[in-house]
């Protein structure tokens, strides 16, 4: 995660400076994304705990979300229960290629820029194709139905792309486990 990606300007920290919060921030999500819980802990440290879900790098992402993105399971649980994020926080990403594309022709009215809508991370854990992360998740409540614009729900993004059912999702079947 490069610097420039990272932006803490309404996130109170304990750190001095414009650098060190960037710094820090950097450190947590990436914590949250490749670390052990307890370097996630140590981590998170550097922020008020009311604090901790806003907390975002440059595309919308909190640590829940990065934590999805790693398929850092202990790190989501802890989130959840423990923190109380929000399960089904969507995120700024949305699909990149397709909101890439929008910009990159100019068009900035609301239909092309639905595009851009965000993901839940139950989605991110979908997309990187982890179905410990995406059982986990369902199991602390994720919604598989969620929407944002035209992106597809994460129950249908999963079946498009080639998963099996094989776990209960609120009142409807949620696809969990890839083929292969």
């Not at 923190?83 to 909101?99: M, N």
Request: hydrophobic share 40%; glycine share 8%; net charge negative.
């Amino acid at each position: 995660m490069a610097d420039a990606d990272v932006h803490t300007s309404s996130v109170p920290c304990a750190a001095s400076g414009a650098m060190e919060a960037r710094q820090a921030t950097q450190r947590l999500l990436e914590a949250a994304r490749d670390g052990s819980l307890e370097d996630f802990s140590l981590a998170e440290k550097s922020f008020p705990a009311e604090d901790l879900a806003v907390v975002k790098e440059g595309h919308g992402r909190n640590a829940l979300h990065m934590a999805a993105l790693g398929g850092q399971l202990d790190i989501c649980n802890y989130l959840v229960m423990d923190r109380g994020f929000d399960i089904d926080q969507v995120d700024e990403q949305g699909e990149y290629a397709a909101c890439r594309l929008a910009w990159a022709s100019g068009r900035t009215d609301a239909e092309h820029m639905v595009a851009c809508a965000g993901n839940t991370p139950l989605k991110h854990a979908l997309m990187q194709k982890q179905p410990g992360t995406v059982h986990k998740l369902l199991q602390l409540g994720a919604d598989a139905r969620v929407t944002v614009g035209n992106d597809p729900a994460p129950i249908h993004y999963a079946a498009a792309s080639g998963a099996t059912c094989s776990a209960r999702c609120a009142h409807s079947v949620c696809c969990v486990a890839y083929k292969g």
